[in-house]
């Protein structure tokens, strides 16, 4: 296993917590919900694994900020969550700040624009002009990397290897619940619930340009459950919405 490995885990099972959370809302996932997050952060100073630090953190953040509610709504408890929220984030990065500092990972963002990704995107894109509709092959692109390494992005591993036909429709699998998402949000529903599948599907979104999600069965099998608890939630406001 690698540093990717460990990151996308820990991205899941954070979201699995911030379901269960505003599932049940009891002190036991509010616990969990806080001390879990920053054991997967410091895991991923371990690992150095730079999108799952990113990622983890940007998550959690909007979270708080944006997708949980109060029960009770009123403008004083909105602005004292987020004066809370503020002042409790303030003291954490301060803390993440210096603890970074002294860390291997600065190294590798130090870096970042001489790891080889941005290179390897590169060639991923020449090889899709060179071949644009039917692609490489699956698992092939490697063997037209100078590296013999994969491309780390999505867009430019399911285009360089399955064309613009097949490798256009795994890109809308990718996009589709993100617009379906966005779609009902904004029409019919803002409840948490919602926002919780708008903020998961935006991150995948964006983590498919860091690593090759669709290649991964447990990376596809989450998304597919996001799928479908955004689609139960779309039943279930219709059958309010009849009733």
């Known amino acids: ?19 269960f959370h505003l599932k049940w809302r009891n002190l036991t ?54 004066v809370f929220l503020t002042s409790i984030s303030i003291f954490l990065v301060r803390y993440a700040i210096t603890f970074y ?7 590798r963002f130090a870096y970042t624009s001489e790891d080889g990704r941005i290179d390897l995107i590169s060639e991923s894109l020449t090889v899709f002009l060179d071949h644009p509709f039917l692609g490489v092959g699956v698992g092939q692109f490697p063997n037209y990397s100078k590296t013999n390494q994969f491309s780390h992005n999505s867009i430019a591993e399911a285009l360089s290897e399955h064309g613009l036909l097949i490798g256009g429709l795994i890109l809308l699998i990718l996009v589709l619940p993100l ?11 803002k409840s948490p619930e919602v926002k919780l599948c708008l903020l998961f599907f935006g991150l995948f ?17 989450y998304f597919f459950l996001f799928v479908a ?6 039943l279930k406001n219709n059958q309010e919405a009849i009733s």
């Open 1 to 19: 296993f690698n540093a990717n490995y460990y990151g996308y885990l820990c991205l899941f099972a954070n979201f699995s917590l911030f379901y």
């Open 179 to 189: 617009y379906k998402a966005y779609k009902f949000y904004w029409d019919q529903n």
């Open 29 to 82: 996932t509010l616990i969990l919900l806080i001390v879990i997050p920053l054991l997967f952060i410091l895991l991923s100073f371990a690992t150095q694994s730079r999108a799952a630090l990113i990622f983890i953190i940007l998550a959690n953040a909007v979270f708080w900020f944006w997708v949980y509610e109060t029960k009770t709504k009123s403008q004083l408890r909105s602005i004292l969550k987020f």
């Open 205 to 221: 979104l964006l983590f498919n340009n860091f690593y090759v999600h669709y290649k991964t069965t447990i990376s596809m099998l």
């Open 229 to 234: 608890y955004l689609n139960e939630l779309r």
């Open 101 to 107: 500092e002294t860390s291997a990972i600065k190294d």
